[in-house]
């Protein structure tokens, strides 16, 4: 049994780590086939692609895959610790799990993500949710054969937690969701410690992987047809420095968009991490598209600098607008959080400022959530709930009015728009613009997959209609 410790992983600074090529021993292949699975994925991009892996592998031991919870031999929640709603979402389909595991004893249960490395979860756990058979981290959960033949033979409770980041695994298997877009993971985890974030300790010290392997999945992606790739990462923005002295995202991105895949995104972005020559590469290469997900938090110095973020207002403005500039046709996203500890009126009128300057094409707003064992939970929080939800609800108000000013400047024009598929009303597609916009369009026999110039003929607040025109 290996237990979550945040004190180790706070405190694990200069890492060592190998890189392993994943590799199955034969007598696990096959070893449940027949056997279904119920797999249950929450929170960022990075938990979804986990969860592809996740697949993957047990897709290799010989599971199939289910929707409905009730037909499952195995059920496995990839969990998310960012805000206590994830929280109580995943332990509330755990209390429906437990009455499914009283009529249905062999039905197998574990639990792995980010909760995963929280000792608070995992004592819950151990104390109160004896029928949960494992307990994975996110730095082993490629482990999964080896946890499920354990828990078999000892017929006990196991949890393999390490606080300590873990190797760099290649060439796990993999069930991609998506034929024609794929995430690619280019770091794990982060450094930045913001004191209300919990990531740095669920997900350990920045690790970039070595270009070549970057690269080589992207090769065999692009034979394998794929369109679009994302390079993933809690923070983006510092790949290569834990490796390179000379090669960084902007290097990174160059190297992508010479392999010639027609799009390619990324994220997440710390503007603490932005250097001008990503922006020139960015604004060089016609297949990085012009889609930036900036997360600002505040637009209040007194609260960025309790939030840790290492950037005033005004350099994070200085850095906006030169991506506006350089960048043509340059769309920006970002993330905000209200009624951090301390935040008054004056701050969150701030914040409201920074967004009535930025006008940003997209925004995902959250009221904090104090998350035990963060800098930012110790901190005196005297804003009541009701003056949170009110300050949300404003914000809302003013983010969505601008999504829908953006959008309404591209009505009668034509942007391309990469197929996703077909919706329920006969001849309507959906895809995803350039800029990141959803776009139902009408059309005859459009190929999924593939990017076509759609007339946008009406904007709304999350989305746009068009029809593609010979
Ligand atoms: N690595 C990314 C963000 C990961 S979490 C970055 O730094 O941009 C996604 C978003 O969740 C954050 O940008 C932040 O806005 C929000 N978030 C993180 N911790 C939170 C907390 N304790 N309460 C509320 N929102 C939080
Ligand atoms: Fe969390 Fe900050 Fe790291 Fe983002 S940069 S994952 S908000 S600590
Ligand atoms: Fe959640 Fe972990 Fe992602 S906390 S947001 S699943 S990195």
Redesign the pocket.
Known sequence: MHLPDFKVARTSNKIEYKKIRYNIEDKYKNKYKDKLCYLRTYGCQMNEHDSENIKGILEELGYGFTDDMDKADLIVLNTCSIRENAHNKAFGLLGRIKHLKETKKDLKVGLCGCMAQEEIVVNTIINKYPFVNFVIGTHNFYELPLILEKNEEENKQQVEVYSREGDLIEDMPIDRASKHKAYVNIIYG?D???TY?I??YTRGRQRSREKEDILKEIDNLIKDGYKEVTLLG??VNAYGKDLYSDYSLAELLEDVAKTNIPRIRFM?S?PWDFNDKMIEVIAKYKNIMPSIHL?VQSGSNRILKLMGRRYTKESYLTLFSKMKELIPNCAISTDIIVGFPGEEEEDFKETLDLVNTCKYDNAYTFIYSPRVGTPASRLKDDISKEEKENRLYKLNDTVNKYFKENNLKLVGKKIPVLVDGISDKKNEYFGYSDTNKLVNFTGDNIEIGSIVDVLITDAKTWSLDGKVSE
Do not use: I, L, S
């Open positions: 982060c930045k410690f913001c974030c990531v740095p809690q923070n997440t710390h997360p």
